[in-house]
T-cell receptor, first 113, second 118 residues
Framework: AQSVTQLGSHVSVSEGALVLLRCNYS??????LFWYVQYPNQGLQLLLK??????LVKGINGFEAEFKKSETSFHLTKPSAHMSDAAEYFC???????????FGTGTKLQVIP | GAVVSQHPSRVICKSGTSVKIECRSL??????MFWYRQFPKQSLMLMAT?????????EQGVEKDKFLINHASLTLSTLTVTSAHPEDSSFYIC??????????????FGAGTRLSVL
């Protein structure tokens, strides 16, 4: 069984401030981990993925995430928030067979001017 | 990057009618496609896994006769909501996976379909 927990359904940051969105996972096997972004009334866009290569993963739009096995975490960060980063972010986990992806409940990021 | 097209983006229908949603992989062959449903302010809920040339695998609690899935080709899967009722109103999202190339087993998502049943 696998699951993800996203801490904080809403996160607000000031423009230019650090963005930190938290994700903890549970998996009985080594996982694949993903972060997706969703803008209003749109589908999901992949930001980055962890598939057992480097533990620090760089994605699009300046985002990165670090896989920490000891903490079962895969937190998403960005050094400086832009207004265009305002969206909903989903953490997801799958096993290596990729038969099923389980999504977290999402974190809505608000960027304050 | 891989592109998945979902159509229509929005549909409004009367209660009791059926609605078909199409999901197409434009630049790759998708042996597996997925259909999700997203309720307001909630995460995506997997409804079913659609495999080309075979019957879809439905998640527990999803009515097969209500949500008909057809994956007749490697680039097209359809979801038909039969005899739609207001409680079927939701945001439906498809995704496709390409295992023939090194896409890292990523799911590529369509833009979603907003279904409103009056």
């Amino acid at each position: 069984a696998q699951s993800v927990t996203q801490l904080g359904s809403h996160v607000s940051v000031s423009e230019g401030a650090l963005v930190l969105l938290r994700c903890n996972y549970s998996s009985s096997v080594p996982p694949y981990l993903f972060w997706y972004v969703q803008y209003p009334n749109q589908g999901l866009q992949l930001l980055l993925k962890y598939t057992s290569a480097a533990t620090l993963v760089k994605g699009i739009n300046g985002f990165e995430a670090e896989f920490k096995k000891s903490e079962t975490s895969f937190h998403l960060t960005k050094p400086s928030a832009h207004m265009s980063d305002a969206a909903e972010y989903f953490c997801a986990v799958s096993d290596r067979s990729y038969q099923k992806v389980t999504f977290g409940t999402g974190t809505k990021l608000q960027v304050i001017p | 990057g891989a592109v998945v097209s979902q159509h229509p983006s929005r549909v409004i229908c009367k209660s009791g009618t059926s609605v078909k949603i199409e999901c197409r992989s434009l630049d790759f062959q998708a042996t597996t496609m997925f259909w999700y449903r997203q309720f307001p302010k909630q995460s995506l809920m997997l409804m079913a896994t659609s495999n080309e040339g075979s019957k879809a695998t439905y998640e527990q609690g999803v009515e097969k006769d209500k949500f008909l899935i057809n994956h007749a080709s490697l680039t097209l899967s359809t979801l038909t909501v039969t005899s739609a009722h207001p409680e079927d109103s939701s945001f439906y999202i498809c995704s496709a996976r390409d295992t023939s190339r090194d896409r890292g087993n990523i799911q590529y998502f369509g833009a979603g379909t907003r279904l409103s049943v009056l």
